[in-house]
């Protein structure tokens, strides 16, 4: 069993800022990758930003310069620093960890944090 713990979503007004924790815990071997996804009311769930282990973060064009992704590797846990915040990116945020085992590989999502930002 594998959990993923998500924390630090909230109201915000447009320009401010917000920061994402998502923590990984129980039967991890080793990780791929972690990441953010997003999904806003009537559309699909799109990639926010991932980073895997030893590479380099991948942000969608609509977040870039505004938000960092950032992994604690000692604690399984990644984050998402999120600035200039814009009405748009009302969604709620769903935590990804890929996680390797001898079996394979496997994606792993926590159950979504709201994020509302206000014009």
Do not use: H
């Amino acid at each position: 069993q594998v959990q993923l713990v998500e924390s630090g979503g909230g109201l915000v007004q447009a320009g401010g800022s917000l920061r994402l924790s998502c923590a990984a815990s129980g039967n991890i071997f080793s990780i791929n990758a972690m990441g953010w996804y997003r999904q806003a009311p009537g559309k699909q769930r799109e990639l926010v930003a991932t980073l895997a282990t030893g590479g380099s973060p991948v942000y969608a064009d609509s977040v870039k310069g505004r938000f960092t992704i950032s992994r604690d590797n000692t604690k399984n846990t990644v984050y998402l620093q999120m600035n200039s915040l814009k009405p748009e990116d009302t969604a709620v945020y769903y935590c990804n960890a890929n996680l390797r085992y001898y079996s394979g590989a496997y994606n792993y999502w926590g159950q979504g944090i709201q994020v509302t930002v206000s014009s």
